[in-house]
């Protein structure tokens, strides 16, 4: 336990510090400062691991795409839900992770599924901000609330970005960079899977 001594030494003069208060109060104020940081990162850190345990043992999933914005910007045919889709199809299916059709994801609750939301904005000077968001959506069980069956995201990624009107595909390209990031993080929770490339 710490006297007041201690305290007392710690006064500051007009020219220096107590060289033997300042060696005791570094290692006071190291410690203070690791726990008040350090249950914050634990926490972080902890929502990771969660988010890679709930890809564990997930072997096929399905595919949806909304993208929200100005009709410059998604009316033409650069930066569709279907060219959005059909990219993150041809990712899943050329890194080897089975791919379920539309029809079966919506005829079924019990289905994975992965949900990419983009939103894009048009500002006066051409720019465009826009933000992605991909999300993995899959069967879970609400012990609180009567062990109800519903479908909750437990894992995601996102990222914002801006360009100009006239390079739209580089959203695309981050689209697909996030797709890629999933792919990682998918064969990482499960590395037994067979990867082909």
């Not at 709930?54 to 914005?69: H, M, P, V």
Request: glycine share 4%.
């Amino acid at each position: 336990m710490l006297n007041t001594a201690f305290f007392r030494r710690l006064r500051v003069s007009t020219s220096h510090a107590d060289p033997v208060a300042m060696k005791l109060l570094i290692p006071i104020l190291f410690t203070l400062t690791l726990l008040i940081h350090l249950p914050a990162e634990l926490f972080a850190q902890n929502e990771v691991q969660r988010e890679q345990i709930s890809l564990e043992g997930l072997q096929e999933f399905g595919f949806t795409a909304n993208i929200q914005g100005p009709e410059p910007i998604v009316g033409g045919d650069v930066l569709t839900p279907t060219v959005i889709r059909q990219q993150a199809v041809d990712q899943l299916i050329s890194a080897d992770i089975q791919y379920i059709a539309d029809e079966e994801v919506r005829s079924s609750a019990d289905i994975p599924f992965l949900h990419m939301h983009i939103h894009a904005m048009q500002l006066e000077n051409g720019l465009v901000p826009f933000s992605i968001q991909l999300k993995l959506y899959q069967p879970v069980n609400l012990p609180l609330n009567r062990d109800l069956l519903t479908s909750a995201s437990t894992w995601e990624i996102s990222t914002v970005g801006l360009v100009s009107h006239d390079r739209i595909d580089a959203i695309n390209r981050e689209a697909e960079s996030l797709m890629a990031n999933f792919i990682d993080e998918y064969y990482r929770a499960n590395p037994n899977a067979a990867r082909i490339n």
